[in-house]
C-alpha cells in the first residue's frame, strides 16, 4: 500500500465523486496538492477515477465504543471508505490512519472484509460474549456499491441471524431490500430494525452531495418495502446543514411518514479534521452563493469553531440556531405521529448454533 496519497493528475477525473480533491492525509510527512503545470490538454478529457478493492486484514470484526452520548456500544462495518462519496461523511478522517487521503481516496480505495462472517462467529461464539444489539452502518454505509457483488453484508446478517442476535441498519441505499429474506424474519422476533437515511428531496442536491448514494425517491420506497415486511424503520434526516437542507426537514419527515416510517432522528453536520476543508472546498464550488453563509451558521451552532467534539452537543449543536432546529425537529415529530412507542430489540433470545461435532445436551 502507498505510504501517501494517491493524488490525481487532473481533477476533472473526480468526476462523479464528492470530494473535490485528493490531499494527503494529516499523518503524512508529504503533503500533495493538485499544480496546474500548464502542461494539461484542456481538449482531453482525463479518464475518470476508478474505484479499487483492497483486503482488510483484521482480525476482529465487532468494534466497540463506550461514548456516553451514543445509544450502541458495538458495531460492524464490513467496509473502509465508502464508494457513496457523500462529501460530509465524519468518517472520512479514518483513511488517514491507512495513509490514504480522506478526500477522494476514501471514495475510491475502499478496504472489504471478505472474511467477516466467519470472524464474527468467532466471536459471538465466544463463552464470554452477551449479547446486545449490534449496530451497522455507524461509519460506512453496509450497502454501498460494491456490496451488491460482495454480499459481504449479507453474510454478516446470516450469521446474526443464526445466532439470534439483534442489529440495527442504517443506510442510504435500497440494496437493503435485497436481504429482507433475512431481516423479516428477524424483525418478527424482534432482532432487527432499519434506518433510511435522507438528506433532501431534491435530487440534484443529493446527486452532489451524494453522488453514488441512492436518489431520495429510492430511499423512501426502501422505506415503504422494510415496513411491508414488518421491519421497523427509521428516518435520520442527516446530516443538517444550515442555509443549504435544514429547510426541508418537515417535509423529508413528512415523506418518510407517508412511506411507512415510525420514528426519526437528526444529526447536525460534523466538520471534524479534514472535512471542515473538503466541505468548504465543495460548498464554494457547488453552491458559492450560500457558502460564507452556510459557515457562518455552522461556527454559531459550534462555539465559534467550525466542530466541537463535546460529547452530547456535538450532534445537536447549541446556540438559537441550533434550538431552533431542535424545536422545529420535535414539533414536526409530535405532529407527525413519529417516536411515539419503540420496543427494545430482544437480547434474551440469543444462542449458540450447534457445530458438527457438537456433543448433544440432554434434556
Same mark, same amino acid.
Given at each position: ?34 499544480? +496546474? ?17 483492497? =483486503? +482488510?486484514?483484521?482480525? *476482529? $470484526?465487532? *468494534? ?19 464508494? !457513496? ?21 476514501? /471514495?475510491? =480505495? ?7 462472517? /466467519? ?6 461464539? !465466544? ?8 449496530? #451497522? ?15 459481504? *453484508? ?16 442504517? &443506510? ?13 424474519? #428477524?424483525?418478527?422476533? %424482534? ?8 438528506? &433532501? ?13 441512492? &436518489? ?14 414488518? $421491519?421497523?424503520?427509521?428516518? #435520520? ?9 435544514? +429547510? ?14 415510525? @420514528? ?28 460564507? !453563509? ?6 454559531? #451552532? ?9 460529547? !452530547?452537543?456535538?450532534?445537536?449543536? *447549541? ?6 432546529? %431542535? ?7 409530535? =405532529? ?6 419503540? &420496543? ?11 457445530? @458438527? ?7
Amino acid at each position: 500500500m502507498e505510504s501517501a496519497a494517491n493524488i490525481s493528475a487532473d481533477v476533472r477525473s473526480l468526476r462523479g465523486r464528492g470530494a473535490r480533491s485528493n490531499a494527503s492525509g494529516r499523518y503524512e510527512r508529504e503533503t500533495r496538492v493538485l499544480v +496546474d503545470d500548464g502542461w494539461t490538454n484542456e481538449d482531453e478529457t482525463p479518464p475518470p477515477l476508478k474505484t479499487e478493492v483492497l =483486503r +482488510d486484514s483484521s482480525r *476482529t $470484526i465487532i *468494534t466497540r465504543n463506550a461514548s456516553p452520548d451514543i445509544s450502541f456500544d458495538r458495531s460492524i462495518n464490513p467496509y473502509k471508505g465508502c464508494e !457513496h462519496g457523500c462529501v460530509y461523511c465524519f468518517a472520512r478522517p479514518t483513511h488517514a490512519y491507512l495513509g490514504l487521503s480522506p478526500g477522494a481516496d476514501f /471514495e475510491s =480505495r475502499i478496504f472489504a472484509k471478505p472474511n467477516a462472517a /466467519e470472524l464474527l462467529a468467532r466471536e459471538l461464539a !465466544h463463552p464470554g460474549y452477551v449479547p446486545r444489539v449490534m449496530a #451497522m452502518g455507524t461509519n460506512t454505509d453496509p450497502y454501498q456499491p460494491l456490496e451488491r457483488s460482495l454480499k459481504i *453484508t449479507r453474510s454478516i446478517l446470516e450469521v446474526l441471524r443464526d445466532f439470534r442476535h439483534p442489529v440495527g441498519i442504517v &443506510t442510504k441505499s435500497p440494496l437493503i431490500l435485497r436481504d429482507i429474506d433475512i431481516l423479516g424474519p #428477524m424483525a418478527e422476533m %424482534g432482532l432487527a430494525r432499519a434506518a433510511l437515511s435522507i438528506t &433532501t428531496l431534491d435530487r440534484k442536491l443529493a446527486r452532489a452531495m451524494e453522488p453514488r448514494a441512492g &436518489t431520495p425517491s429510492r430511499r423512501l420506497d426502501a422505506i415503504s418495502g422494510l415496513t411491508r415486511a414488518g $421491519i421497523p424503520t427509521a428516518v #435520520m434526516f442527516a446530516p443538517v446543514i444550515p442555509a443549504l437542507n435544514d +429547510d426541508e426537514m418537515e417535509s423529508v419527515l413528512g415523506a418518510a411518514v407517508k412511506a411507512g416510517a415510525t @420514528s426519526a432522528g437528526y444529526v447536525l453536520l460534523r466538520l471534524p479534521l479534514e472535512i471542515k476543508d473538503l466541505f468548504r472546498e465543495w460548498l464554494e464550488e457547488k453552491a458559492p452563493n450560500r457558502a460564507k !453563509h452556510v459557515i457562518s451558521l455552522i461556527k454559531q #451552532m459550534r462555539g465559534g469553531k467550525e466542530y466541537d467534539s463535546q460529547w !452530547h452537543t456535538r450532534m445537536k449543536g *447549541t446556540g438559537p440556531y441550533a434550538e431552533m432546529i %431542535g424545536r422545529r425537529f420535535q414539533m414536526a415529530v409530535k =405532529r407527525l405521529g413519529l417516536n411515539q412507542e419503540r &420496543t427494545p430489540l430482544a437480547t434474551n433470545l440469543f444462542r449458540r448454533p450447534a457445530k @458438527s461435532g457438537d456433543q448433544l445436551k440432554l434434556l
